[in-house]
């Protein structure tokens, strides 16, 4: 934990006004730091920023469907007092016909104040960044980036644990082409001090890439094993995600490894009474709905705290002051 | 007409809050009659009641589209002060990808304060309605319930007559297949004293499930008839419906028939100066044109009361005072 | 530029109110003027008017997808403090199941203050007009009419010139079946004293009933001519349009004549330092994206205007002052 001074604080929040977000590489830690205690503050200050995006608004231009990811950031701006524009699938929409992303996002520029993205190609959430004349928000895009459902898990560890350091963090299930994990793993890695526990198939391993972000930390580390069971005693934080039965070679191997891979009453008996569940949702069967009571799953909470993670954010890049934030509290980092 | 003490009329209205309304058996006839006075209260303030949900969200997750009630809900909200956000037809939307109905609501309760939900499959609304952490209205569900479009029925009444009891009432055309028929006169059963009459051909009589409902009541009576014509001039309220061809085994039946359940001005002539005209639209061609000029035409002013009765029930049900409402006013039943 | 009395003024002002806007010879070209003179207001003046339309609702009717002209009425709306009820395909709507338009916008007129409708059919806005208990505007239907574009168009004309008038405007592409081109020509044959450069292959060629009424305002004139690079010299405005391949009868025609107009920086040399590129958008290719950075590009400020325009037009039919607002200032015609 550092404190800041007034003027550090100042720089940091002024540095983040009209910035787009398409990874998290786009913020520095202290900016990340910054958005977790904004999303703190805004949990206890509901009250108190609801006129704080007055007359703003929020275009959600979501060129495939992702109601839940779209609601998300429309809440957050209507909990903010602002308003929302936008379309939910382009085939419903006239914009993609014939239209580059740039004229269709320097036309909505004229519309919108911040502008939330989501879209099938890799890329596209950069390119729409560039043409903007407001802030664009990466919602999603392909296989890539989705920086907010990291701030939304990031911000689900702190509000458990009160830091996101000094922890173990179970990942588990398709640790390969699951880009949240990815996202999660190297973010934790630039706050560092994480020990993780990689839990899938091998079929399913973390990439290479991933690893050498791991080791290039300096202060992270990590183990790779292949059952839940054995490890999640050791767990703080267990990130499950989906083993979808396409990613297999044959049928007996799915069937084989399916179980060791959902979360049920029997593996959470074995697991820390502190530890938490994380899920980005939606679960089909990897977390049994029996879990959903135990006070440890906060894969429901994790979604209110992405909405208020993405008022943070969309406050943040509009510079609108929260009333009542003091910026040069201390920094969670 | 009865009176109510401070107490008593606290009581019911409190015992709203929360609550979710899947068909109107969750109302007691003291809730239903709070509403209708809410409902009365508001269409003669809707300037004092503008603020009353300002800053409540609701959702609209409409599986398949409604527009009219789609519409007519988020009208409401927004005549409220509050905000809407939703989505208008599953097919546009991730919701229903593999996620069941509990855990999408569950989600949803996160970003909103109150759901008005449409699915095509009966029981999809109390499925979501004990799942949510907030209160779900259901706005249809398959061939089952829709409580909205009765209270529009019942405060149409209400305004024409000053009362919903000590009526005539005609129901006409499909009384088998129509659930917006069976619910009226379920509901009306409850409040007592009115004589159903049930204009249809043999194919399409009413259920024996809604005449045995109408003989349990003690107080109400009917009678079943199959010409509009010799019917129409003894009646105070005229509901009528749409005969849809395939609900007959023969074209030759349906060209014989249809006529006789068409209304136009003719038969207009044959009524009560005073009769009201019910259709829950969209009207095809069981109602002439020409009908909607005359005064006794009631089925326009009913999507307003539509609109009305779910500004009554949505801020009810959230716990939002109605600025300058008396709760203990005498209730209407 | 004419002086008008307060009475003059607030008559012009009030017979706006609940009015529809089917095309723009709806309006009277002082009715135009002022809308002018309010746009011009609402854009040094967006604080003050933020509230002007608090409380209102307007219903966005899309039978047919088109984004930009949805998203630009509905953040008009908001812009002015009101609200957005809608749907944006008629496919994703149970609206157009059998009934009929007349019935629709009746139902919505019981929701909404005001309506703007697009819809593929010639004729449907004016149908839509007729039965609306509350103002509608014509955002396109069919082949037919759009004229919130033209005031889009207007107003970019008369912020870069200071007037509407006294101007060489050229028009170049498809000048055959560009509705937006024809509804120029005859709205500024109103005004009065414009040279008309009409710039198009023969296949595409200026119909000529539009002719006929260039000929007929007797104040302006025009030519016809093959080639941009030749007349763009002379411009004030040139107004690009796209030339689609599907016009012609030959490919060979087609790629032989394609070039000719297409606006590059080549071309641009050639034009006056203060000449303004509009564009009806989107554009495909025949802007090159390397004129977008010229300051003569006005097609995106267009965008700009149009809302602008929106908002000006939403509030007078709805007969909400804007504050601040001076009635009586001269009027730009």
């Known amino acids: 934990m550092t ?60 060129y495939e ?44 520029s004229n519309f919108a104040d911040i502008i939330a993205m989501r879209h099938p190609k890799e890329g596209a959430a950069l390119v729409a960044a560039h043409a903007a004349d407001v802030p664009v928000i990466n919602g999603g895009d392909g296989g890539h980036m989705h920086p907010t459902q990291t701030l939304a898990d990031l911000f689900t560890i702190q509000a458990r644990f009160g830091r996101i350091t000094n922890l173990v963090v179970g990942l588990c299930g398709d640790l390969m082409f699951g880009r949240t994990v990815h996202s999660l793993i190297e973010t934790l890695c630039r706050f560092g001090n994480v020990h993780f526990v990689l839990i899938s198939p091998d079929e399913l391993k973390t990439p290479r890439y991933v690893i050498d972000r791991i080791e290039a930390s300096g202060t992270c580390s990590y183990e790779e094993v292949h059952d839940l069971q054995d490890a999640i005693g050791k767990l703080d934080v267990l990130y499950m995600t989906r083993v979808q039965k396409e990613r297999f070679f044959n049928e007996d191997d799915y069937l084989r490894l399916r179980d060791t891979y959902i979360l049920d009453p029997a593996k959470m008996k074995l697991a820390k009474p502190t530890m938490a569940v994380l899920h980005p949702l ?52």
Chains 1, 2, 3 share one sequence.
Request: aromatic share 6%; hydrophobic share 40%; glycine share 8%.
């Open 65 to 108: 469907p992702s109601t839940r990811t779209r609601l998300s950031f429309e809440t957050a701006m209507l909990r903010l007092g602002g308003h929302v524009i936008g379309f939910s699938n382009a085939q419903n929409s006239s914009v993609s016909k014939g239209e580059t992303i740039s004229d269709t996002v320097r036309v909505v």
């Open 282 to 333: 939606p679960r089909v069967n990897e977390i049994s709905f029996d879990v959903d009571s135990d006070p440890r799953a906060a894969y429901f909470e994790q979604v209110r705290r992405g909405m208020l993670m993405r008022m943070a954010l969309e406050s943040s890049l509009l510079g609108d002051r929260l009333p009542g934030f003091d910026e040069t509290e201390e920094v969670a980092a």
């Open 3 to 62: 404190s800041l001074t007034a003027q550090d604080g100042a720089d940091i929040e002024s540095q983040l006004i009209g910035k787009s977000v398409v990874t998290l590489d786009d913020l520095t830690t202290d900016q990340i730091s910054l958005l977790l205690r904004k999303g703190n503050y805004i949990e206890h200050n509901m009250a108190k920023v609801r006129h704080a995006c007055d007359g703003r608004i929020l275009a959600t231009l979501f």
